[in-house]
Nanobody, 114 residues
Framework: VQLQASGGGLVQPGGSLRLSCVAS????????MGWYRQAPGTERELVAT???????YYRESVKGRFTISRDNAKNTVYLAMNSLKPEDTAVYYC?????????WGQGTQVTVSS
């Protein structure tokens, strides 16, 4: 079982990126899927999560700028990031969770800089 994250890159402040996380199995296996991020020298932090039914949660600092979504047919979770700020710079990870285990994908680097 794998989670493959992609879509990171270098963007100027105010720009946009869309991250994708593709699972090698049905994401119905993960009732909860989320995006986390980790900047150098800091703890990994929750950015957003979404349930199978589409209920979403966002950390306060990204509300109104980021949107998490999932396409169950494509086994993919997305994170659309708008109005990016330098403080959004981090390695972004996706994570799938069910009652038995959690699985992390590899990270994708997002750098917001002029």
């Amino acid at each position: 079982v794998q989670l493959q994250a992609s879509g990171g890159g270098l963007v100027q402040p105010g720009g946009s990126l869309r991250l994708s996380c593709v699972a090698s199995i049905s994401i119905f296996s993960f009732p909860d899927m989320g995006w986390y991020r980790q900047a150098p020298g800091t703890e990994r932090e929750l950015v957003a999560t979404i349930t199978t039914g589409g209920s979403a949660y966002y950390r306060e600092s990204v509300k109104g700028r980021f949107t998490i979504s999932r396409d169950n047919a494509k086994n993919t979770v997305y994170l659309a990031m708008n109005s990016l700020k330098p403080e959004d710079t981090a390695v972004y990870y996706c994570k799938g969770t069910n009652i038995n285990y959690s699985m992390w994908g590899q990270g994708t680097q997002v750098t917001v800089s002029s």
